[in-house]
């Protein structure tokens, strides 16, 4: 069992339910599938290499045990693993013409493991272009602010 503040109370629930839901992004219905490439990732991770390579393993269709997913729930996720977390930021830029366009710049700062996995796929076929199912959290550059400090993008 696990606590759990739901609603400024404090319940009690089943492993079950925390695994389905997310802090962050538990209600966030806005899934995009967006090039591994195009995601930046600021903040060196500390991953566990046993469970990427299981999620690699996996994307390739050949799902296998890690020390957080058994065979039997990797089987049951249907192919797909769950969606990154990302934030957004479309910001006004010259292309290479001198014309103005919209740039939209992605950035993680969660889901390490996947976006780690995704990466070395890309990394195994760089002649396709692999995407990832991304949760995407629209932001502003003074929101982004706050994990990075003054330097983004």
């Known amino acids: 069992m696990y606590w759990l503040l739901k609603n400024s109370k404090i319940i009690q629930?089943?492993?079950k339910h925390i695994?389905?839901?997310?802090?962050?992004?538990?209600?966030n219905k806005n899934i995009e599938y967006i090039p591994i490439n195009e995601i930046k990732r600021p903040i060196q991770p500390d991953l566990d290499l046993q469970k990427v390579d299981s999620m690699v393993s996996f994307l390739k269709g050949v799902p296998v045990?890690?020390?957080?997913?058994t065979l039997e729930q990797a089987e049951t996720l249907g192919g797909e693993l769950p969606a990154l977390d990302?934030?957004?930021?479309?910001?006004?830029?010259?292309?290479?013409q001198g014309n103005m366009i919209?740039?939209?710049?992605?950035?993680?700062?969660?889901?390490?493991?996947?976006?780690?996995?995704?990466?070395?796929?890309q990394e195994e076929f760089p002649n396709q272009e692999i995407k990832a199912k991304c949760k995407v959290f629209p932001t502003t550059e003074n929101q982004?602010?706050?994990?990075?400090g003054a330097s983004i993008i």
């Open 19 to 27: 695994r389905k839901m997310s802090f962050q992004s538990g209600n």
């Open 144 to 148: 982004l602010k706050l994990y990075l």
């Open 13 to 15: 629930t089943s492993t």
């Open 65 to 69: 045990a890690s020390k957080t997913c």
């Open 86 to 96: 990302v934030f957004l930021i479309v910001k006004r830029e010259q292309d290479a």
């Open 102 to 121: 919209k740039k939209k710049h992605y950035f993680s700062f969660a889901s390490c493991h996947r976006l780690t996995a995704y990466s070395r796929l």
